[in-house]
């Protein structure tokens, strides 16, 4: 799984690199781990970056993220850290598809704010941390830039 950065438990684990996942079916999430003496059956649940592997009976919560979503998760943590405004800019071009937020509405960290619509993909914009929205500058239908301000947060 090179380049992905794998934790269980909130740790994070290293992936022997001679172990490999196989899709006995996909659809229904089962799956076999592949080493290089033995194999274990798995039934593989989840989206995203969160996922739920049941291995010999036990439910184990597992995050996968690729190094982009890696570097996303540490800014969002920079600058929920910092105080005063925010500017939450996209990280990729795209076409809005969904702003969920207005001017003077509350949010909580993690929220949905826009939905960013790249390569067929839907990408939720997320707030960094809580606070008040101050502006929206985008609008459902808009096409935005690599780094464009979204809306700003208080």
Wanted: aromatic letters at 4%; charged letters at 25%.
């Amino acid at each position: 799984m090179s380049g992905y950065e794998v934790r269980i438990g909130g740790e994070v684990v290293e992936v022997p690199s001679d172990w490999r996942l196989e899709w006995i079916e996909r659809e229904s999430g089962r799956a076999r781990l592949v080493g290089p003496d033995r194999s274990v059956l798995v039934v593989v649940e989840g989206h995203g970056s969160e996922w739920i592997v049941t291995l010999a009976g036990r439910r184990i919560p597992a995050t996968v993220r690729s190094w982009r979503e890696r570097q996303l998760a540490d800014s969002e943590g920079a600058a929920a850290a910092d105080s005063g405004p925010v500017l939450v800019k996209a990280t990729l071009p795209g076409l809005v598809v969904a702003v969920r937020v207005a001017p003077g509405e509350e949010v909580a960290a993690g929220d949905s704010l826009v939905t960013v619509e790249a390569m067929k993909m839907q990408n939720e914009v997320r707030a960094p941390r809580a606070g008040r929205i101050l502006e929206v500058a985008v609008k459902a239908g808009q096409t935005v830039t690599t780094g464009a301000t979204l809306l700003r947060l208080e």
